[in-house]
């Protein structure tokens, strides 16, 4: 430690101070965790330098990115925090059609970056969340049915490993590490730089849809759109109605079905392609619109307030009216303030990689589904943890899990996301490059 304090100064933060404090604030709270220290990095250097010095110290790594996660995994009790936020470069090779993101950048800032290019990698749906931390676990979002998942399209990573050595894995040099990196997160190093394929995107045509909630309503938006050409993807919410200006005021808390879709195909076959979400009936909001495509991923500020997640997530076959009915029937009966039942339609060029071409093992299913509830009192824990689980029996989701979705890192969490053949190579890939288990804050993969 004594060496990175005289390497980083100010920017080793030790606990009972007020910038270790607002170092450690996350988007969604949780268990309380304290670091030992914090340190703010700002090149893989400094990266290679504290992992060295976590290792010497017998301390655990954690590694924070973007603005939030739900399992909280840039946080561990007695680890020295690795923030890279600093590490905010984004460099466009436009001809090559290829980004570069360090280890800071988050999916917002790197979109308007790339969209000035007219050019775009997919994420998922915020802007807040980092580009490592999203890549490493999957990444469905607005383009997953055009161009396939984050993980699809990552062509090069950058990584720091436990004993502090610099390498670069892709489809030529540690092609086993670079196969885990693409969907099993943070167990295998500090990932500092990632080389992303883009695609041009320029325009597009999206935005929101609201409708008033009937059981049909939900099964033929889903099914609507794993039926749609690859351009169209979707997020389609069965949700508490916000209170929203654009709502109805006595809407606001009851069941709503709140569709936020992307149509990145040609712009001459959008509407065509968007009529049969349009007729799935009279819709309260209608704001899809031809856009620039980083508009997509602009979102309303934080409001700084704590926010305590729950999240159960896991994958569906085409849903029924029964079951768009039990989807509008949980959140009626949800305790928490903010619920959701979060419907991702899959297909498309997300079905068309080959299941074990990466560590993302669930390619085989229509739908990821996950039910969620947010809530600002840490009492509430109990009850929506018990409502999430009831709804999520009833919804029959399960089939897998995807970690950055799950608000839990337990061994069953793991089991789910990686199954049988997927965690055995996993593993394998562990016992290679973190044998010692450094990197364990997170949905852990251990190595034996």
Not at 114 to 124: I, Q, S, V
Not at 279 to 289: E, H, I, R, S, Y
Not at 361 to 381: C, E, I, K, N, Q
Not at 397 to 419: C, H, K, L, R
Request: contains cysteine.
């Amino acid at each position: 430690m004594q060496v990175l304090e005289s390497q980083l100064g100010e920017r080793l933060l030790r606990p009972s101070s007020d910038v270790f404090d607002a170092a450690v604030q996350v988007e969604f709270a949780g268990e309380q965790r304290v670091p030992a220290a914090v340190v703010q990095v700002a090149d893989t250097e400094e990266v290679a330098a504290t992992v060295r010095a976590a290792r010497d110290g017998g301390m655990p790594v954690a590694v924070r990115s973007g603005g939030h996660s739900y399992a909280r995994h840039g946080l561990a009790d007695g680890a020295l925090v690795i923030d890279t936020r600093r590490m905010d470069g984004v460099d466009i090779d436009a001809a090559a059609q290829t980004g570069w993101a360090q280890a800071g950048v988050t999916a917002g800032a790197y979109t308007r970056t790339a969209g000035a290019h007219g050019l775009a990698t997919g994420f998922g749906d915020a802007p807040t969340v980092g580009v490592a931390g999203v890549a490493l676990g999957g990444g469905i979002g607005f383009l997953s049915r055009r161009d396939g998942l984050t993980v699809d399209n990552i062509v090069s990573a950058e990584v720091v490993l436990a004993d502090g050595r610099v390498v670069v894995a892709d489809s030529e040099q540690h092609r086993d590490l670079f196969w885990a990196l693409r969907g099993g997160g943070g167990n295998f190093g500090v990932v500092t730089r990632l080389g992303l394929h883009l695609r041009p995107t320029k325009q597009v045509t999206g935005g929101m849809l609201a409708f008033p909630p009937t059981p049909e309503l939900v099964a033929g938006a889903v099914n609507a759109v794993v039926d749609a050409p690859d351009g169209l993807s979707a997020m389609i919410n069965v949700m508490k109605a916000p209170p929203a200006p654009f709502l109805p005021e006595a809407m606001h808390g009851e069941p709503l079905v709140l569709v936020l879709l992307c149509w990145s195909g040609p712009p001459e076959e959008a509407e065509a392609a968007i009529a049969p979400m349009r007729a799935l009936g009279p819709a309260l909001v209608d704001q899809v619109a031809e856009r620039p495509y980083p508009e997509m991923l602009e979102g309303p500020p934080s409001t700084g307030e704590v926010a305590h997640p729950v999240m159960r997530t896991g994958f569906v076959d085409r849903p029924d009216a029964a079951w768009g009915a039990a989807a509008i029937d949980g959140i009626a009966a949800a305790v928490s303030p903010v619920a959701a039942v979060n419907i991702r339609p899959m297909g498309g060029a997300i079905g068309r990689v080959a299941g074990d071409s990466t560590a993302f093992a669930h390619r085989d299913h229509d739908v990821m589904a996950s039910v969620a509830g947010v809530f600002p009192d840490a009492t509430l824990a109990p009850d929506v943890n018990d409502w999430a689980t009831r709804t999520a029996g009833a919804l029959g989701i399960g089939g897998g899990g995807y970690v950055n979705f799950m608000s839990t890192a337990t061994q069953a969490d793991v089991d789910a996301a990686y199954p049988g053949a997927t965690l055995d190579r996993l593993r394998q890939v562990k016992r290679t490059y973190d044998p010692d288990n450094v990197f364990r804050s997170n949905h852990n993969i251990t190595p034996g």
